[in-house]
């Protein structure tokens, strides 16, 4: 380092002057190197030294102490505000109040969009065209010549308010001029009147006088007053807005408060359509914002039908079944229903018969079997009879014939799989010609009412019950192709009859085979 740098630091930290310095002028300051020893070596010999600091000691930290860039606390604090701010952001408080602020804000430009088709159907022939579409829609042809001469009336009028102002300027200023100059002789009059009753003739003019001043105070009120009158005239806007708004449109749902969003249960036809434009299909929801009835012709009356109502859907051109059929869900929502209150069936081609339950109707209990309400011993027959098995989504009740039928039923545990089984073997085994072989792989004692009933009861998961199971599958095969061998075709061309089933040792009695739990 230059002596002249060294001088320069020295001054800074309040040390004394060096000996040599830059002279005045123009003449630069003499560079000196700081020559080191090196002893005859070609190594340099380092020289001990100390930094000396500027300013008061800084005492070091601690041992053990974690040093903390200056960067971590600015992460920190960054951390800090951020999370600081998604608490407040994401508060009940926050988001109730912003709803309330944007509910109230879409209250008066609602309010505002009402006004303005109000005075549009007031002063323009909107309201005809209107009417004349949605009476063509519903060709109904003399509705639609009505409305026809009531909009060229209207245009006529229309046309003749439109020339009237041609003439109208002339017209105002002959009648502003006539109603001035009556103004005045009557204030005159006025003003005679006053002088003479007080003799004094400078009240003739008195009447003109005092209308001045008040028009020039009228004028002074209105120029001091003016933000105040601008503010109470925009207040009572936006409140008579606001209220209009309130009283004609519905807020979106979003922004409703919560637990406060009314949930309209009926079905009506408008909420139908709604619930169908709302889906997302993009040709369904252009060709129902196209239609004049708003979508109104594609539904059929809705009809009562057990525990809810139907209603049968015509699809417009472009809009497949499969497409609403894809989005039961969604369709149930709109709806204010759960998926499964609300069931899909395609009567015809390119119609969709929508059933929708009562809210809460399929949760409800259905009720004991008939075999315990019936005040008559309870009989049953396998050929001729039908056994109940609970209802269906209309809430009526249906049965199934067991008649040479095959039934396999699935689902997830717990889910009713045995007791709908159980319900059509009970019924059953009301019939003293039916015989029963029941392998029950789980063994909790679904099954164990038929002890005594049937011929062939296997209850438990081990493997030798699976065993016995599949010997007693093997052995109502074998009972099967008995069967069909040894039936007497010419005899009994039609099959098995209930005769034949009846008959003391025929061999041809109802046999049940029932396998509970059986994993493929």
């Known amino acids: 380092m230059s002596r002249h740098d060294d001088h320069n630091g020295r001054e800074e930290c309040g040390g004394a002057s060096p000996a040599h310095h830059a002279s005045s002028g123009d003449e630069l300051a003499p560079v000196i190197s700081l020559h080191h020893r090196t002893d005859n070596t070609d190594q340099p010999v380092v020289?001990?030294?100390?930094?000396?600091?500027?300013?008061?000691?800084?005492?070091?930290?601690?041992?053990?102490?974690?040093?903390?860039?200056?960067r971590d606390f600015y992460r920190h604090d960054v951390v800090t505000v951020r999370r600081h701010a998604v608490t407040v952001a994401t508060s009940t408080t926050t988001v109730s109040t912003?709803?309330?602020?944007?509910?109230?804000?879409?209250?008066?430009?609602?309010?505002?969009?009402?006004?303005?088709?109000?005075?549009?159907?007031t002063h323009g022939t909107t309201r005809y065209e209107r009417q004349m579409r949605a009476a063509e829609a519903a060709c109904d042809h003399d509705r639609l010549l009505e409305w026809e001469a009531r909009d060229t009336a209207e245009k006529q009028r229309r046309h003749g308010r439109v020339m009237d102002w041609i003439t109208a300027p002339l017209a105002w200023l002959r009648d502003a001029g006539t109603a001035v100059l009556g103004a005045l002789g009557l204030l005159l009059g006025l003003g005679t009147i006053l002088a003479i009753a007080s003799q004094d003739i400078s009240q003739v003019i008195a009447p003109i006088v005092a209308v001045i001043d008040t028009i020039a105070w009228t004028v002074t009120f209105v120029t001091i007053y003016a933000s105040l009158l601008t503010t109470l005239a925009l207040t009572g806007a936006v409140v008579g807005l606001w209220a209009l708004g309130k009283a004609r449109t519905d807020a979106p749902a979003w922004v409703a408060p919560v637990g406060q969003r009314p949930v309209d249960e009926a079905v009506t036809p408008s909420k139908t359509v709604i619930a169908l434009r709302d889906l997302g299909i993009t040709a369904l929801t252009r060709a129902i914002k196209r239609c004049e009835d708003a979508g109104g012709a594609m539904l059929s009356p809705i009809r009562?039908?057990?525990?809810?109502?139907?209603?049968?859907?015509?699809?417009?051109?472009?809009?497949?079944?499969?497409?609403?059929?894809?989005?039961?869900?969604?369709?149930?929502?709109?709806?204010?229903?759960h998926e499964h209150e609300v069931f899909l069936s395609i009567?015809?081609?390119?119609?969709?018969?929508?059933?929708?339950?009562?809210?809460?109707?399929?949760?409800?209990?259905?009720?004991?079997?008939?075999?315990?309400?019936?005040?008559?011993?309870?009989?049953?027959?396998?050929?001729?009879?039908?056994?109940?098995?609970?209802?269906?989504?209309r809430g009526d009740r249906c049965s199934i014939s067991l008649k040479q039928f095959h039934l396999l039923i699935t689902g997830l545990s717990n889910q009713g799989k045995t007791a709908a089984l159980r319900a059509l073997a009970l019924w059953a085994a009301f019939d003293p010609s039916a015989e029963f072989w029941i392998a029950d792989l789980k063994g909790i004692g679904d099954w164990h009412m038929f002890t005594g009933l049937a011929t062939e009861l296997v209850e438990g998961p081990a493997d030798e019950h699976v065993i016995a199971a599949t010997v007693l599958l093997e052995a109502a095969v074998a009972e099967m192709q008995r069967r069909l061998t040894s039936l007497d075709r010419n005899a009994f061309p039609d099959g098995v009859t209930r005769d034949l089933a009846r008959a003391p040792g025929s061999g041809f009695h109802p046999l049940f085979v029932v396998v509970d739990e059986g994993a493929p």
């Open 47 to 70: 020289v001990e030294g100390e930094i000396v600091a500027c300013g008061p000691p800084v005492e070091a930290p601690a041992a053990g102490t974690e040093l903390v860039s200056r």
């Open 98 to 121: 912003s709803k309330a602020l944007v509910r109230n804000a879409f209250y008066v430009f609602s309010g505002a969009g009402v006004l303005v088709q109000r005075w549009r159907d």
């Open 304 to 337: 009562i039908a057990g525990c809810g109502v139907e209603v049968d859907v015509r699809l417009p051109s472009g809009v497949v079944t499969s497409d609403i059929q894809s989005r039961r869900r969604a369709l149930a929502e709109n709806l204010d229903r």
């Open 347 to 393: 009567p015809a081609p390119r119609t969709v018969r929508v059933w929708i339950a009562d809210p809460g109707a399929l949760d409800q209990p259905i009720g004991p079997s008939p075999l315990v309400t019936d005040p008559d011993r309870p009989r049953s027959d396998v050929y001729t009879g039908r056994a109940p098995w609970g209802q269906d989504l």
